[in-house]
Nanobody, 123 residues
Framework: QVQLVESGGGLVQAGGSLRLSCAAS????????MDWYRQAPGKQRELVAT???????NYEDSVKGRFTISRDNAKNTVNLQMNSLKPEDTAVYYC?????????????????WGQGTQVTVSS
């Protein structure tokens, strides 16, 4: 089994910064994509940022230039540096990882989710 544990959420004033981290543990052979999603009250969960195994990144338009996603493969960790935060960034943030648990070439990959961490930006 694979577990993802998030940390780093909290309350910050508009214009401030927060850094989220998500660490995976358990039976892991390799990790493909690592993502951050968020879900605001009354809204659907949305993809915020993605980083692939080759370190290619992609961002939702509203966070481009403000958020930076990074990964540490040695530690099975993904981070999200959030700068110039806005009240509309307020949400529960979730990490997701696509994991291969077996070294066999034909083995499937599974997605795992973190428990979520609250980010609140006050105006």
């Amino acid at each position: 089994q694979v577990q993802l544990v998030e940390s780093g959420g909290g309350l910050v004033q508009a214009g401030g910064s927060l850094r989220l981290s998500c660490a995976a543990s358990g039976s892991i052979f390799s990790i493909n994509a690592m993502d951050w999603y968020r879900q605001a009250p009354g809204k659907q969960r949305e993809l915020v940022a993605t980083i692939t195994s080759s370190d290619s990144t992609n961002y939702e338009d509203s966070v481009k230039g403000r958020f930076t996603i990074s990964r540490d493969n040695a530690k099975n960790t993904v981070n999200l540096q959030m700068n110039s935060l806005k009240p509309e960034d307020t949400a529960v943030y979730y990490c997701r990882m696509v994991v291969r648990i077996s070294p066999r070439i034909s083995s499937p990959m599974y997605q795992y989710w973190g428990q979520g961490t609250q980010v609140t930006v006050s105006s």
